[in-house]
């Protein structure tokens, strides 16, 4: 593990190449079973609820009718989530062709919310826990091999690929912090050789 900051860093986060091909993977991250959907912070949950109606535009009628029975998030302080439709896609979910996606995102880059999607979803597969302080760890699933490849043919880093993600989460130079590191660690580059 690595310090930045206050914020540990599994070491396979700064070795990975990987790139997100929901091509090949359909979204699989909006979609896996479980009782809930994205874990979502405390601070998140009014922001939630005040996008609803602008991501419910993208949404079937029956994401919204189960948004309107059941609410959009469950859970408890310092446990909420998304909820989930037949234990597996997020209330927010919906498709393109076979590719699900997140109304809520899309309604960002529709000029509707200022809000892109919960930091959980933007950092995955970034992970957050707590050891003794914030923990980043990388969370492997079947379903994103796909990205491994797309990565290693594309020369893209998991840590470039989620450079906006990690801004939002934890700021610019904390994460300039971290590229450099990567790139000089995989690569033996200088920070000043490290091109931006």
């Given at each position: 593990?690595?310090?930045?900051?206050?914020?540990?860093?599994?070491?396979?986060?700064?070795?990975?190449?990987?790139?997100?091909?929901?091509?090949?993977?359909?979204?699989?991250?909006?979609?896996?079973?479980?009782?809930?959907?994205?874990?979502?912070?405390?601070?998140?949950?009014?922001v939630i609820k005040d996008?609803?109606?602008?991501?419910?535009?993208?949404?079937?009628?029956?994401?919204?009718?189960?948004?309107?029975?059941?609410?959009?998030?469950?859970?408890?302080?310092?446990?909420?989530?998304?909820?989930?439709?037949?234990?597996?896609?997020?209330?927010?979910?919906?498709?393109?062709?076979?590719?699900?996606?997140?109304?809520?995102?899309?309604?960002?880059?529709?000029?509707?919310?200022?809000?892109?999607?919960?930091?959980?979803?933007?950092?995955?597969?970034?992970?957050?826990?707590?050891?003794?302080?914030?923990?980043?760890?990388?969370?492997?699933?079947?379903?994103?091999?796909?990205?491994?490849?797309?990565?290693?043919?594309?020369?893209?880093?998991?840590?470039?690929?989620?450079?906006?993600?990690?801004?939002?989460?934890?700021?610019?130079?904390?994460?300039?912090?971290?590229?450099?590191?990567?790139?000089?660690?995989?690569?033996?580059?200088?920070?000043?050789?490290?091109?931006?």
């Open positions: 593990m690595i310090l930045i900051g206050n914020i540990l860093v599994d070491n396979e986060i700064t070795k990975l190449h990987f790139l997100c091909n929901t091509d090949k993977c359909k979204g699989a991250c909006c979609t896996f079973p479980g009782e809930v959907g994205a874990p979502l912070l405390d601070s998140e949950i009014e996008v609803i109606n602008s991501a419910s535009e993208f949404l079937s009628e029956r994401s919204k009718s189960i948004i309107k029975s059941e609410g959009a998030v469950q859970g408890k302080p310092g446990d909420y989530s998304t909820n989930c439709i037949d234990k597996r896609d997020c209330v927010f979910v919906y498709y393109e062709g076979d590719v699900a996606k997140c109304s809520i995102e899309k309604a960002y880059f529709s000029g509707k919310t200022n809000y892109r999607k919960p930091i959980s979803c933007h950092l995955f597969p970034i992970r957050v826990s707590n050891f003794a302080g914030t923990y980043l760890y990388f969370s492997k699933y079947e379903e994103c091999q796909p990205a491994f490849q797309y990565g290693e043919e594309q020369n893209t880093s998991l840590v470039e690929m989620l450079k906006d993600a990690l801004v939002r989460a934890y700021g610019n130079e904390w994460y300039e912090y971290l590229f450099n590191y990567v790139m000089h660690k995989n690569n033996g580059l200088k920070n000043s050789e490290v091109k931006r």
